[in-house]
């Protein structure tokens, strides 16, 4: 396969029309290449050592020789390819996270803890507070008197032994045990009232279910000449009252049922005193006939009035 070649020699020195397309020239023999399309990115020839100008010789007679066989002709080369442009390079995936890298969220602190971490902290500092001062010591003796005052007096005595033990002053200590004294006494009293308000209740209560409030009355007042009135005591001296006004009305009822005038008049002079206004309704009733008794008596006094 013959290469491509030009139509003029490649050789400067030569520079000869070359009758056909042949691969050296019939003058200078120099090989005839063709110059190579430029692409898009050209590839450079090494280059080409130069050969030394030919020594002109006169030429010789030619023999007539036979025409040369003209040369195949190459098929055209064909068009280069344009590369393909390069796809983008992808950037590389992201690694998943490693799920051990992260600790995982505390849970929240509940109320309960912080309540539990409260109290802790405040016994270890009523353990390891410093020694109380005297300011402290008084207020500590007015705290145990409040206790002893009512009637708390395991309380108060608890105090009077912490003040001892932290070596209080002596007069504090003094002042404390005399208040626990007078505050025993008077706790003592009232205990003991207490039982006889209850044995109190139970005997009144007896005594005017049996129909006898004289006895209840006077079991009431001996108790308060003992231990006084309070508002349990009122209350219970307004029931008592109101069985003695009802007991005088109704033997006013008896007086009234004989038409004795003057019983029925005392009877109810008697109940009126107690001044019960639950009985009021039934005093007045009696009080009328007490007056349509005493209008019937005068009227049979008057000698024939009745005719």
């Known amino acids: 396969m013959l290469e491509t070649v030009n139509d003029v020699c490649i050789n400067a020195a030569c520079g000869r029309t070359l009758p056909l397309r042949v691969a050296h020239c019939p003058f200078c023999g120099a090989r005839q290449i063709a110059q190579a399309r430029v692409l898009e990115k050209a590839v450079v020839p090494p280059p080409v050592p130069?050969?030394?100008p030919p020594v002109p010789v006169a030429p010789p007679t030619p023999a007539p020789a036979p025409m040369p066989q003209p040369a195949p002709q190459s098929a055209p080369a064909p068009k280069p390819v344009p590369p393909a442009p390069a796809a983008p390079a992808k950037a590389p995936p992201a690694k998943p996270a490693v799920k051990g890298s992260v600790p995982p969220p505390r849970p929240p602190v509940r109320l309960r803890t912080w309540l539990a971490a409260a109290v802790v902290l405040t016994g270890i500092w009523f353990f390891n507070k410093p020694a109380d001062k005297p300011a402290s010591v008084a207020e500590q003796v007015e705290a145990a008197t409040a206790l002893a005052a009512q009637c708390d007096l395991d309380g108060?005595?608890?105090?009077l032994a912490v003040l001892k033990s932290a070596k209080?002053?002596?007069?504090q200590i003094k002042r404390l045990q005399a208040n626990i004294s007078k505050s025993a006494a008077a706790c003592d009293r009232q205990q003991q009232r207490a039982q006889a308000w209850t044995a109190l209740q139970d005997s009144v209560n007896q005594a005017l279910d049996g129909g006898k409030p004289d006895l209840a009355a006077t079991r009431l007042?001996?108790?308060v000449k003992r231990w006084g009135d309070d508002p349990d005591t009122l209350e219970l001296d307004a029931k008592v009252k109101v069985a003695l006004a009802s007991a005088q009305l109704d033997l006013a009822d008896a007086c009234l049922a004989r038409s004795d005038r003057v019983c029925l008049e005392n009877s109810l002079i008697a109940a009126e005193r107690y001044k019960r206004p639950e009985l009021a309704a039934r005093t007045q009733t009696l009080r009328t006939a007490l007056?349509?008794?005493l209008e019937r008596s005068?009227?049979?006094a008057v000698p024939g009035a009745g005719q």
Do not use: I, K, T
């Open 50 to 52: 130069r050969m030394p």
């Open 156 to 159: 108060a005595r608890s105090a």
């Open 168 to 171: 209080a002053p002596a007069a």
């Open 221 to 223: 007042a001996a108790y």
């Open 291 to 293: 007056s349509q008794l």
């Open 298 to 300: 005068l009227l049979d």
